[in-house]
């Protein structure tokens, strides 16, 4: 399977910004998919993802603010982010597996696929 994801871009303190993760290959169904980010300077860091029976987990400094969607007809994976702080600034990756499980779905080494990663740059 391969993933790719793009719509990064610049965007002031308090605005929205979605993501997508294009997936090809397999159904969406067949695989868990996340959300992690990376700070320039910082290790890479669970963002938000959910399972394939409909569990989601969200980091703390998310919650209530950004959301995982996906549609399994376009194969396309979704992060909404709304009121975007400068501490969101990271390139943020999508990624899949196939047989993870819910406990381990904050663990970056659980996932086998990776998309390249696009860039988010919140201005204060």
């Known amino acids: 399977v391969q993933l790719q994801a793009f719509g990064g871009g610049l965007v002031q303190t308090g605005g929205s910004l979605r993501l997508s993760c294009a997936v090809s290959g397999r159904s969406l169904n067949a695989y868990v998919m996340a959300w992690f980010r990376q700070a320039a300077g910082k290790e890479r860091e669970f963002v938000v993802g959910?399972?394939?029976?409909?569990?989601?987990a969200s980091a703390d400094s998310v919650k209530g603010r950004f959301t995982i969607s996906r549609d399994t007809a376009k194969t396309t994976v979704y992060l909404q982010m709304n009121d975007l702080k400068p501490e969101d600034t990271a390139v943020y990756y999508c990624?899949?597996?196939?047989?993870?499980?819910?406990?381990?779905?904050?663990?970056?080494?659980?996932?086998?696929?990776w998309g390249q990663g696009t860039l988010v740059t919140v201005s204060s």
């Open positions: 990624a899949a597996d196939r047989n993870l499980i819910l406990s381990n779905i904050r663990t970056q080494s659980a996932y086998a696929y």
């Open positions: 959910f399972t394939r029976s409909g569990g989601s």
